[in-house]
C-alpha cells in the first residue's frame, strides 16, 4: 500500500503496544522503533533526496507523491507459524528484498488469532535509492516472500508461481459466518465516511486499514486476504465514485429553506425546478435508487440526488451565490488561496522540524555533560552540537526554555492553518460540484443522465436474471 500523507499515523498504528506485545515483536532497520523518532528519522532521509516535504498536505487533486510503502504479511494458518518466526521472516525479506540501506519499521501483530506482520519502508534509502511502488516491484516482493518462507521451512500460502492459489483465512472465515467480502468492504466504507473529507481520504484510509486500492476508469478494492478486487460500483448504487463523492461531500451541509421569490436568481431558480423533477422522477421510479441513509429505507427523501441537489442549493442560498460567474471567481480565488496557505504551512513545518531538532540536540547535550567522563566520540558529539546550538543562538537553558515554547506555540498555529487549509479545499470541492452539476443543468444533460443511468440498469438486471435461468 502506497502511503501518500500522514506516514507517522501509519507507523504509529503498526507500533501499537497492544498490538504487539508492548513492542516486544518489533524492530526496525536504521531507524529507531519509538514511532515518534522513527517517523523523524525516515523524514530526515525523505527530504534529503525528495523535492517534497515528508507531511506536506496532499494537493486538492490526487495523491500526492509516495513518501512510504506499506507491505503485511500474513501467514495460513496451518503452517503454525509464531509470533517469532514471524518477526524472523519478516526481517529478512525487509534487508534481502530493499539491501541494508533500506529505513523500515516491523512490527508483528498479535491481538488477532490470525498471525501477521506490518513493514513499512521509507521510499527513499539512505543512500538515495527510489523505491517505487508498482505491479513490477510487487512481483518482485512476493517472490521474495516466497523465497525467504521457503528458508524458513513455511510453504508460502499463496502460490503465485502457479495457477492455483489457496483459500485465505479471512476468504474462510467469511464463508463460516455467512459474510462477504463485499459485505466487508461496504461496512468499512460506511464507518470511514463520517471522519473523511474527501474521495481521496477515504481511499487512503481504507489503504492505512489494509485493503489495496486501483483507481482507473472505475475505483476498484480488495480487502486484506482477498484474493481478487472488486469495483466499488458492483457493491450497489451508494458506493459509486459519484455517491461516494457525494456522501462525503455533502453529509454534514443539510438542505436549507427556497429564497423568496424576489430574491431568486437564474442560478436558484433552476436548481428548484431541476429538484421538482428529479423528486417526480424518483417517485415514478424513473431514476436509479440511490440512498442517502443506507440503513433507512430507500423513498424520496432518502434519495441521494434528491438530497445532493438540494444541499447544493442550500450552499448557494447560505453563501449568497448569485450566478455562475460568481461561482467559478470563487472556484479560482479559492484554489489561489489554497496554494498559498499550502505553502506558507510547508515553510511553517520546515521551521518547526528543525526547533523541534534543535530541542532534541539541547536535551542530547544535557545528557552528555550529566555523564562526567567522555568517551572520544562523545566529546566529539558534544563539539558538534555546541556549535549547532550556538549558530542558533542557543547559549543557556533560559534560550532552550525559549525555543521550547516557541516550537509549542509554533505547533498550535500549523494545526490551526491545518484546519483552515482543510475547511478551503472542502469548500473548493464543493464549489466545484455546484458548477459541474449547473452545467449538466443548463445543457438538459441532468434528467437525461439520470434516465439513462436507470435504462441501464434494467437491462443489466435482465440479462443477468436471463443468465441465471
Not at 50 to 66: E, F, I, M
Not at 392 to 419: P, Q
Not at 432 to 450: F, M, P, R, V
Amino acid at each position: 500500500m502506497c502511503i501518500h500523507a500522514t506516514v507517522n499515523k501509519s507507523i504509529a498504528y503498526i507500533l501499537n503496544p497492544d498490538k504487539t506485545e508492548n513492542l516486544v515483536l518489533t524492530s526496525s532497520l536504521n531507524c529507531t522503533t519509538d514511532a515518534e523518532q522513527a517517523f523523524s528519522q525516515m523524514q530526515l532521509v525523505y527530504e534529503q533526496y525528495a523535492k517534497d516535504r515528508y507531511n506536506s498536505p496532499p494537493p486538492l487533486k490526487g495523491k500526492g507523491t509516495v513518501k512510504a510503502i506499506h507491505y503485511m504479511m500474513s501467514f495460513a494458518d496451518e503452517e503454525n507459524v509464531t509470533p517469532e518466526l514471524a518477526h524472523k521472516i519478516a526481517k529478512a525479506f525487509v534487508r534481502k528484498n530493499f539491501g541494508d540501506d533500506v529505513q523500515a519499521v516491523i512490527a508483528v501483530h498479535t491481538n488477532v488469532d490470525h498471525v501477521h506482520a506490518h513493514i513499512i519502508v521509507n521510499s527513499y534509502s539512505l543512500s538515495g535509492q527510489k523505491y517505487y511502488a508498482n505491479q513490477t516491484s510487487l512481483r518482485q516482493a512476493r517472490e521474495t516472500v516466497n523465497g525467504v518462507c521457503r528458508a524458513f521451512g513455511v510453504t508460502p500460502a499463496l502460490n503465485f508461481e502457479n495457477k492455483g492459489r489457496s483459500m485465505q483465512y479471512d476468504e474462510w472465515q467469511h464463508k463460516k459466518n455467512g459474510t462477504s467480502w463485499k459485505e466487508q468492504i461496504r461496512h468499512e466504507i460506511d464507518r470511514l465516511i463520517p471522519v473523511v473529507n474527501s474521495l481521496d481520504e477515504l481511499l487512503q484510509a481504507l489503504e492505512e486499514h489494509g485493503y489495496e486500492i486501483k483507481r482507473g476508469k472505475y475505483i476498484s478494492v480488495k480487502a486484506p486476504e482477498q484474493e481478487r478486487f472488486v469495483r466499488t460500483k458492483t457493491l450497489g448504487e451508494e458506493y459509486t465514485e459519484d455517491s461516494l463523492n457525494t456522501r462525503i461531500l455533502y453529509r454534514e451541509v443539510g438542505t436549507g429553506t427556497t429564497p423568496s421569490l424576489d430574491s431568486i436568481s437564474h442560478l436558484r431558480a433552476a436548481y428548484i425546478a431541476i429538484i421538482g423533477d428529479v423528486r417526480i422522477l424518483a417517485e415514478q421510479r424513473k431514476k436509479v435508487p440511490r440512498k442517502r441513509i443506507i440503513t433507512a429505507e430507500y423513498s424520496i427523501d432518502n434519495d441521494l440526488d434528491v438530497y445532493r441537489l438540494s444541499a447544493q442549493l442550500s450552499v448557494i442560498n447560505r453563501d449568497s451565490i448569485g450566478s455562475i460567474g460568481e461561482l467559478e471567481g470563487r472556484i479560482a480565488k479559492l484554489r489561489a488561496e489554497y496554494e498559498k496557505e499550502r505553502q506558507e504551512i510547508n515553510n511553517l513545518i520546515e521551521q518547526h522540524n528543525r526547533m523541534v531538532s534543535l530541542l532534541e540536540q539541547a536535551q542530547e547535550y544535557n545528557s552528555l555533560s550529566d555523564k562526567g567522563e567522555l568517551s572520544p566520540a562523545d566529546e566529539l558529539k558534544m563539539s558538534v552540537i555546541k556549535t549547532a546550538l550556538h549558530d542558533n543562538g542557543i547559549y543557556s537553558s533560559a534560550d532552550v526554555d525559549k525555543l521550547k515554547h516557541n516550537t509549542e506555540s509554533l505547533g498550535k498555529r500549523i494545526a490551526a492553518l491545518k484546519d483552515k487549509l482543510e475547511n478551503c479545499r472542502q469548500r473548493y470541492d464543493v464549489y466545484s460540484d455546484i458548477a459541474k452539476t449547473y452545467g449538466e443543468i443548463s445543457q438538459g444533460d441532468y434528467i437525461s443522465k439520470l434516465v439513462e443511468e436507470e435504462k441501464q440498469r434494467r437491462e443489466q438486471a435482465a440479462k443477468k436474471s436471463k443468465k441465471s435461468l
